[in-house]
């Protein structure tokens, strides 16, 4: 069972910071949950606005290299990245990958910009909880949630 999970992509800035805080929403403190990137930036504030409209506050995360993620704390990586080569990970862990289109990459106009982070963070909760049952983190009754 996954005791570590690592997100990771790029930036560290939309999918991956995503992925950490609805991954901590659902598993609480049974996993513990960290997301980076290999050319960190700033957390998008449009993911952190379409996380806000689940109960998801991700406003108190940051952009963090791969290079500070304590190694010994990942037995599961995941990576996000789908147009863009994804970083690797060096660390003993079980991999997967996730390839899930870039939403700041679609960026348009503020109203138009936000369904990209919206699709992507919809994806991205049905998968976290999918992988949390197959897990044992989450009961089979909560496979599917709202």
Known sequence: MTRGLLFLCVANSARSQMAEGIARSLAGDRVTVQSAGSAPSRLNPLAVATLAEIGVDISGQ??????????????????????????????????????????????????????????????????????????????????SGP
């Open 62 to 143: 940051r952009s963090k290299s791969v290079e500070e993620i304590d190694r010994d704390a990942v037995d599961t990586v995941i990576t996000l990245c789908a147009e863009e080569a994804c970083p690797l990970y060096l660390g003993k862990a079980r991999r997967l990958h996730w390839a899930l289109p870039d939403p700041a990459a679609q960026f348009e106009p503020r109203a138009a910009g936000v369904e990209p982070f919206r699709a992507v963070r919809d994806e991205l909760a049905w998968r976290i909880r999918r992988f949390l049952v197959e897990e044992g983190i989450l009961p089979a009754s909560e496979r």
